[in-house]
């Protein structure tokens, strides 16, 4: 079915009459080769991404006296599907009020009216990622560098990574040099840890001090990707700079301090400093976790059912929910209590969780469509 996404690209490569000197090639191939030829389309002709002094030339016309150049401006730049957005914004700060309307003109017309043939590069290279489809390294990185801004990064970073081998190591830490862009510099280090994977814990960490935001954050994704599990050090690291994190790398930041807590606490938390550090970790997670795509936080009336009274102790049949907290008879809620990890019911001699309590109290629940995202099972001891 994923195949489908990319038949538009791959049906002329079949039925096309040349003949094969070898053997004709594969489902994968075609498919590399249907998206080369969607980035050739979006790379090349009028189209074709600018240079930074190409670009400053072109914002420049949008202010020139003669108002057949600043019209062609105009629209050759709403014609890219990769535009100067930063030189656009700082346009857009001008005191030149023709500048300033025009800039700001084609930065709404880019907003409202995204460009197609990304949605559809995208929605193809996201059909690569489960099949580990090998893509051409050298092409991603520059889509990386030109789609630093937009929903289409992730996606690429993530397709050079879930394909890479070792034989990408010395390109990976070339793309990684300082003379490189930001955004190729911040996807060529997670690349380097996906094929590294703890032999690069001293670059991530190295990194995680770097001046840069997108480096850090690049450093930060790359460390729980890569390890799965954090040191004291490592967490302290990542503490200090979590606020700075976008939702999505802040959110899987948290999951791993989370789980690395209560695997070393594994009879709950009755060290003070433990449950402090965990009180604190929920609360952040669950005030950032409705900021994600895919997780809903949702108040509810009491659901009047047994269903959670009889799941006990057992967490496993529910890893979409991510945190939940309840409204007390006194009218207080409580803290956000994590399944299987903070949320027993006191004493209770049944052995159940606090989401037991919503057959009779109204509460708030977080839960995720995403799978990635689903909570790792780890419910303490009794």
Known sequence: MLRNLVSCCVVALALSPCS???????GDELVAQGVAKVLEGILSGDRKPLTPDEAKKLVESLDDGRFKVREAATARLKLLPFPP????????????????????????YH??????????LEAILKS????????EPKELYRLAELSAE????????????????????????????????????????????????KKSLDLLKETLKDKETALRVAAARALVETSGTLEKEETELLKGMVKELDPETAV????????????????????????????????????ILDKVKGVTKKMNQPANTQ????????????????AYRIKWFSGQWSGWYIPGSNDKLGNDERNIRCWACFNDHEFEVITTTRKELYRKVLDLPE
């Open 20 to 26: 094969f000197a070898a053997d004709p090639p594969s």
């Open 85 to 108: 957005l930063g030189q656009l914004r700082e346009a857009q700060k001008s005191t030149s009020e023709e500048l300033s309307k025009r800039a700001g003109e084609i930065l709404t």
């Open 111 to 120: 907003h409202e009216n995204p460009n197609p043939n990304l949605g559809v």
């Open 128 to 135: 690569t990622i489960p099949a580990k489809i090998r893509l």
């Open 150 to 197: 937009g929903s289409l990064y992730e996606t690429v970073t993530l397709s050079i990574m879930t394909s890479a081998k070792a034989g990408d190591l010395d390109l990976a830490k070339k793309m990684f040099a300082k003379e490189n862009p930001l955004a190729v510099r911040a996807t060529a280090l997670r690349v380097i840890a996906s094929i590294e994977k």
């Open 252 to 287: 899987i930041v948290y999951q791993v301090m989370e789980y690395n807590l209560r695997e070393k606490n594994p009879k709950g938390f009755k060290d003070p400093e433990a449950a402090k550090a965990h009180s604190q970790i929920t609360a952040a997670y669950g005030e």
């Open 307 to 322: 269903y959670w009274l009889e799941q006990g102790m057992d967490t496993s049949k529910n890893p979409e929910v991510l």
